[in-house]
C-alpha cells in the first residue's frame, strides 16, 4: 500500500458502508462511510480507523404484540484482510493484544479495523455502543489508542488526526503521554498535540456527550501516565468526551450552520477550547442517487417514470414485510429516522381524530421506519407506538421494522414526501432528508439541521413553523396545517409538483453532497490543501 505524502487519519466508532457489514448505527456511521468513499473519489490522501465489532448493531424485530426484540446475528467479515500488525492496550490492568484488518471492499479508502486477538478480550467488541462504562471505556481505548498504535505500525505520516465525535479522545492523551515520555512538560506536549486533532461534534442531546469518573477512567487504564489534574484540565470530572474534544484539537465544527451556532452558546464556558465553525454534512451521491435523477433538468417524463418504478417498488417492500397493499396513486409520506425522544417519530400520532380525518378525507398514506437503541426502552415504546398504528390506521399506516442501509435507499427514492419533525435545535443535521432530495422527494420538515438552510418553502419542499422552543401541540397542528393546505394542493398538480421536484434535486447535488463535504473539510477545517501539512494552529 502506498504511503504517498501526509494522511489525514479520520477515527469514528462506526462505519455505515453496506447493509451486509453492520459495523454501524445509524446517521453519524452513515455520514463516515460516506465521508471515506468521498475521500476515495477525489483521491485524497485520508485512512480512517474503527473497530472489527463481532456482532455489530442490532436486527429488530417486532414481537407478536408488536414490541421491538433485538437480535445480534453473526456477520460474513472473512474478506476483511489482516494487515499482520499487532497492538496491544492495557485495560483494567491487563494486556489486550489486537488485530489490525483492513478493507476497501465498498469503494472507499482504506479502513482499519481494531479487533481482539483472544476470545476472552471480545467483551469489549462485541456489540457497537453496548451499555456500561467499564465496556464503554475499554470501547473507546481501542479505538484511540490502540487505533493510533496502529497507524504507527502501518507507517503512515498523519498531518492531521480527525476525530468524528468524542469516542476517540485517547488518542490525543496517547499523544501527550508519548510527547511527556520524550521530556517534554505537559503544558508543551498538549500545545503539541493539539496542533495535530481537529475535532466533529455531531450532537446538543445531553445523552451524545458522554461523560465518565475520572477514577472509573484511571481503574481502566484511560489515563495512561497523566495525573488526574491533567485529565481535569484536559476534560474535567467527570471527563466529558466532547469537551476533551474541543481541548484537545486546534479547530472544532458542527454539522450544519444551525448546528455551528448551537455549539458555540453550548460550549462557550469551556476554557481553552479549539473555535467551533460550521460545516454541513453531505452525502454521497454515487450511494444514494438512483440514475434517473442525476440531472434535475432531464425530460420530465423520465423523472416522473423513474420516480413512479421506485415508488412501485417500495410499496411492493411494503406489501411484503406487511401484506399491505398501498395505494400508487395516494400521496405517500416517508419518515425514517432512530427512535429517540427528540425526533418525535410519532409526532403525528399526537391527535388521533385528526390524523382520522385527515386519512378518511384525503389521498394520503405513511411508511415509517427506524429503530431504537437496545438499551433505550422509551425509544422502544416509539417504536410499539408506530407498530400499534398500523392497527389503528389500516390500509393507511405502516412500520417497516428492521432499519437498515438497503430499506433505507428504497425509502428515500420511493416516497413522495420526506417528513421530519425533531425538537429545534436537536437535530444537528438529518442527512437523510438530503437523500430524499437527490432523487426528487420533497422535504416537509421543521426548520433544524440542514433543512434550515436548504428550505425554499413551496419552491424545493416545506417548513412547518417549528422556530420557537419546542413545542408539541403547536408544531403538531403546523404539520397538519401545512400538509392540509400546501402539500397536498401542490400534489394535485402535476406540473408544480414536478418543477419542484427539480429544485430538490438541484438544491441536493449543489449544496449538500459529501464530495462538497470533504473538499470543505479539506480548505477550512484541516487547514491545508490535499496533500500539504496541518496548517497553522487555530486556539
Known amino acids: 500500500m502506498a504511503r504517498r505524502g501526509p494522511h489525514i487519519a479520520y477515527f469514528c466508532m462506526e462505519y455505515g458502508l453496506d447493509e451486509s457489514f453492520p459495523i454501524y448505527s445509524g446517521g453519524l456511521g452513515v455520514l463516515a462511510g460516506d465521508y471515506i468513499k468521498s475521500a476515495r473519489d477525489l483521491d485524497l490522501p485520508v485512512v480512517a480507523v474503527g473497530l472489527r465489532w463481532e456482532r455489530g448493531y442490532c436486527v429488530q424485530r417486532l ?50 479495523l481494531i479487533e481482539p486477538v483472544r476470545t ?9 455502543y453496548e451499555a456500561g462504562a467499564d465496556v464503554r471505556v475499554a470501547q473507546e481505548m481501542l479505538l484511540g489508542i490502540g487505533g493510533l498504535r496502529a497507524l504507527n505500525w502501518l507507517g503512515f505520516s498523519i498531518s492531521t488526526y480527525h476525530f468524528n465525535e468524542g469516542h476517540a479522545v485517547f488518542a490525543g492523551v496517547e499523544m501527550i503521554a508519548e510527547r511527556m515520555e520524550a521530556g517534554r512538560s505537559f503544558s508543551e506536549a498538549w500545545t503539541d498535540t493539539r496542533r495535530h486533532i481537529v475535532f466533529t461534534t455531531h450532537t446538543p442531546v445531553r445523552a451524545g456527550n458522554e461523560e465518565h469518573s475520572l477514577r472509573e477512567l484511571r481503574r481502566m487504564g484511560a489515563c495512561l501516565e497523566l495525573s488526574n489534574t491533567e485529565m481535569r484540565a484536559l476534560g474535567g470530572d467527570p471527563f466529558n468526551m466532547t469537551v476533551a474534544g474541543l481541548r484537545l484539537s486546534r479547530r472544532a465544527n458542527g454539522v450544519s450552520q444551525l448546528h455551528g451556532r448551537t455549539a ?11 473555535p467551533i465553525i460550521a460545516i454541513t454534512n453531505g452525502v454521497h451521491r454515487p450511494t444514494w442517487q438512483a440514475d434517473p435523477f442525476r440531472d434535475a433538468m432531464a425530460p420530465a417524463e423520465r423523472l416522473r417514470a423513474g420516480h413512479a418504478r421506485f415508488k412501485e417498488e417500495l410499496l411492493g417492500e411494503i406489501r411484503a414485510r406487511t401484506q399491505v397493499a398501498f395505494d400508487p396513486n395516494l400521496l405517500l409520506v416517508g419518515f425514517a ?21 385527515l386519512l378518511e378525507s384525503q389521498p394520503i398514506q405513511f411508511v415509517f421506519s427506524g429503530k431504537a437503541h437496545p438499551d433505550d426502552e422509551a425509544g422502544k415504546a416509539i417504536v410499539a407506538r408506530l407498530a400499534r ?20 435507499r428504497r425509502m428515500i427514492r420511493g416516497s413522495d414526501v420526506w417528513l421530519h419533525n425533531p425538537v429545534r435545535p436537536l437535530e444537528a443535521c438529518g442527512t437523510s432528508g438530503m437523500k430524499a432530495a437527490l432523487n426528487g422527494v420533497l422535504n416537509l420538515g421543521i426548520r433544524d439541521g440542514w433543512w434550515d438552510e436548504a428550505c425554499e418553502h413551496g419552491v424545493n419542499g416545506w417548513a412547518i413553523d417549528g422556530e420557537g422552543p419546542a413545542d408539541d401541540a403547536r408544531d403538531l397542528g403546523a404539520l397538519y396545517d401545512t400538509l392540509a393546505r400546501e402539500v397536498l394542493p401542490a400534489w394535485r398538480d402535476p406540473a408544480r409538483w414536478l418543477a419542484m421536484m427539480r429544485a430538490s434535486i438541484e438544491t441536493a447535488v449543489s449544496r449538500f ?25 487555530c486556539t
Request: proline residues 7%; contains cysteine.
Open 389 to 408: 398504528a398500523q392497527e389503528t390506521y389500516p390500509g393507511r399506516f405502516v412500520y417497516l421494522e428492521n432499519y437498515d442501509l438497503a430499506l433505507a
Open 63 to 112: 414481537d407478536a404484540q408488536g414490541h421491538p426484540v433485538d437480535e445480534f446475528p453473526e456477520y460474513d467479515h472473512e474478506f476483511l484482510a489482516d494487515t499482520g500488525v499487532r497492538v496491544r492496550v492495557r485495560v483494567r490492568g491487563a494486556e489486550v493484544p489486537c488485530a489490525v484488518l483492513s478493507t476497501r471492499r465498498f469503494g472507499h479508502v482504506p479502513l482499519f
Open 513 to 537: 453532497t459529501s464530495d462538497r463535504m470533504v473538499s470543505e473539510y479539506f480548505e477550512r477545517l484541516y487547514g491545508s490543501g490535499p496533500g500539504a501539512g496541518p496548517g497553522d494552529p
Open 264 to 274: 458555540r452558546i453550548m460550549w462557550t464556558h469551556v476554557e481553552d477550547a479549539a
Open 120 to 128: 476472552e478480550d471480545r467483551w469489549i467488541t462485541r456489540r457497537l
Open 337 to 357: 429516522r432512530r427512535s429517540a425522544g427528540y425526533k418525535r417519530s410519532d409526532l403525528i400520532l399526537g391527535d388521533p381524530a385528526r390524523l382520522s380525518r
